[in-house]
């Protein structure tokens, strides 16, 4: 199964991961597209999602008869290698409406859930940004939603790379459940930034199976992934912004990593 998926122009709300077209079972991605002066109603009855602004503005209403409304919040963002999100958490059983004065780009992660909780706006100024990694595995990682925040079971972040920098370096997994991993399904989204053009490189695999795939990503390219270890490369004089999603049966976040790369967690200090 190819588990690349090439992001299309079409308007509205479209689905882009769902679990026909993948081997994933607690999470789904999502576009909100929008052009200038449209507006958008959806209805989510036995999804939690979070919405995550990748380019333009919004404001909107979240409807939820049980646990309460957000009211006319707004938010913008013009990039996101250098920009923080504006994010909508919105809990099942809610109804979102939004309207955009100069057009809405916006990514949404879903996982099934029926414990509703109240939404939550968290704008630009809530969001930390941190360092993590040395060298060319350097990269800077926003912590959206943890594995302690206000989801049932989503754990939601962005990490921007070095110009030809690696994110998710060691390779890690989160597919079997042992003292070392709980399975979480995770999708990737990604954007490229260069000069004169940009790709980067992403590789899943699986020691124990031997299996292995490979994908060239280019702008707006999202990647599932069910199982295996996995970590994404840009090119040289390039950088990378990947929005990473998790979901599985227990909100846990516990990985391993490729052992033969583990010395480089070790040695980090060494290197900064």
Same mark, same amino acid.
């Given at each position: 199964?190819?588990?690349?998926?090439?992001?299309?122009?079409?308007?509205?709300?479209? %689905? #882009?991961?769902?679990?026909?077209?993948?081997? /994933?079972?607690?999470?789904?991605?999502? @576009?909100?597209?929008? !052009? +200038?002066?449209?507006?958008?109603?959806?209805?989510?009855?036995?999804?939690?999602?979070?919405?995550?602004?990748?380019?333009?503005?919004?404001?909107?209403?979240?409807?939820?008869?049980?646990?309460?409304?957000?009211?006319?919040?707004?938010?913008?963002?013009?990039?996101?290698?250098?920009?923080?999100?504006?994010?909508?958490?919105?809990?099942?059983?809610?109804?979102?409406?939004?309207?955009?004065?100069?057009?809405?780009?916006?990514?949404?992660?879903?996982?099934?859930?029926?414990?509703?909780?109240?939404?939550?706006?968290?704008?630009?100024? %809530? #969001?930390?940004?941190?360092?993590?990694?040395? /060298?060319?595995?350097?990269?800077?990682? @926003?912590?959206?939603? !943890? +594995?302690?925040?206000?989801?049932?079971?989503?754990?939601?972040?962005?990490?921007?790379?070095?110009?030809?920098?690696?994110?998710?370096?060691?390779?890690?997994?989160?597919?079997?459940?042992?003292?070392?991993?709980?399975?979480?399904?995770?999708?990737?989204?990604?954007?490229?930034?260069?000069?004169?053009?940009?790709?980067?490189?992403?590789?899943?695999?699986?020691?124990?199976?031997?299996?292995?795939?490979?994908?060239?990503?280019?702008?707006?390219?999202?990647?599932?992934?069910?199982?295996?270890?996995?970590?994404?490369?840009?090119?040289?004089?390039?950088?990378?912004?990947?929005?990473?999603? /998790?979901?599985?049966?227990?909100?846990?976040?516990?990985?391993?990593?490729?052992?033969?790369?583990?010395?480089?967690?070790?040695?980090?200090?060494?290197?900064?």
């Amino acid at each position: 199964m190819n588990n690349a998926h090439k992001l299309t122009d079409k308007k509205g709300y479209v %689905n #882009i991961v769902n679990s026909k077209n993948s081997r /994933l079972t607690f999470l789904t991605l999502d @576009r909100i597209f929008l !052009g +200038p002066g449209e507006k958008l109603e959806h209805k989510y009855e036995d999804f939690e999602s979070v919405i995550i602004l990748q380019q333009g503005d919004f404001t909107a209403s979240v409807k939820n008869n049980s646990t309460g409304n957000l009211d006319s919040i707004s938010g913008s963002r013009k990039d996101v290698f250098d920009e923080f999100p504006a994010v909508i958490y919105i809990p099942p059983g809610s109804k979102i409406e939004m309207e955009t004065k100069n057009g809405l780009d916006a990514i949404v992660y879903s996982s099934p859930s029926t414990k509703s909780s109240s939404p939550l706006f968290i704008n630009q100024a %809530n #969001i930390i940004e941190t360092a993590r990694g040395a /060298l060319n595995w350097k990269r800077k990682v @926003r912590v959206i939603f !943890g +594995p302690v925040s206000q989801t049932n079971n989503i754990i939601i972040g962005e990490s921007v790379s070095v110009p030809g920098g690696w994110i998710g370096f060691p390779p890690h997994k989160h597919d079997v459940e042992t003292d070392l991993e709980n399975p979480l399904d995770e999708i990737y989204f990604f954007k490229v930034q260069g000069p004169h053009g940009a790709y980067a490189l992403h590789h899943t695999y699986d020691l124990v199976k031997g299996s292995e795939e490979h994908y060239t990503i280019s702008e707006d390219t999202a990647i599932a992934i069910p199982g295996g270890f996995h970590t994404t490369l840009a090119v040289p004089g390039c950088r990378l912004y990947m929005l990473w999603g /998790l979901a599985g049966g227990k909100k846990i976040y516990k990985l391993s990593f490729d052992e033969r790369f583990t010395w480089l967690n070790d040695a980090e200090a060494l290197y900064r």
